[in-house]
């Protein structure tokens, strides 16, 4: 059972924009697109979630669903983000069904 008691994964959803109608030619800029968000090391401790759902409008960057999916939340300069398991800046678009990652920094040895 996801989520459910003794579960490892944390997951909850949270709804960013209602699902309005808006008739006429611009109808797919007020779309909004269900992304997964996932938190991993550090940030999932401090956010205590592992993952999330959002749904977010059309043209929503990284930046934009760290924003929603931390409720604010300041980031660090040196925090990483992946779309769909590859490496992705802050400011690169996301489409509906992409898996938005974020972690602190990797090293290794």
Not at 7 to 28: D, N, W
């Amino acid at each position: 059972m996801v989520g459910g008691k003794g579960s490892r994964e944390t997951f909850r959803h949270a709804k960013i924009v209602p699902q309005l109608r808006f008739p006429g030619p611009y109808r797919h800029l007020f779309q909004a697109m269900k992304v997964h968000v996932r938190f991993f090391s550090s940030l999932r401790e401090r956010l205590g979630c592992s993952a999330t759902w959002l749904d977010v409008p059309a043209g929503a960057t990284v930046g934009d669903i760290w924003f929603h999916a931390t409720q604010g939340m300041a980031r660090s300069d040196n925090a990483l983000a992946a779309i769909n398991m590859e490496y992705a800046s802050f400011d690169q678009h996301i489409a509906d069904g992409d898996e938005v990652a974020f972690f602190p920094p990797v090293s290794g040895g």
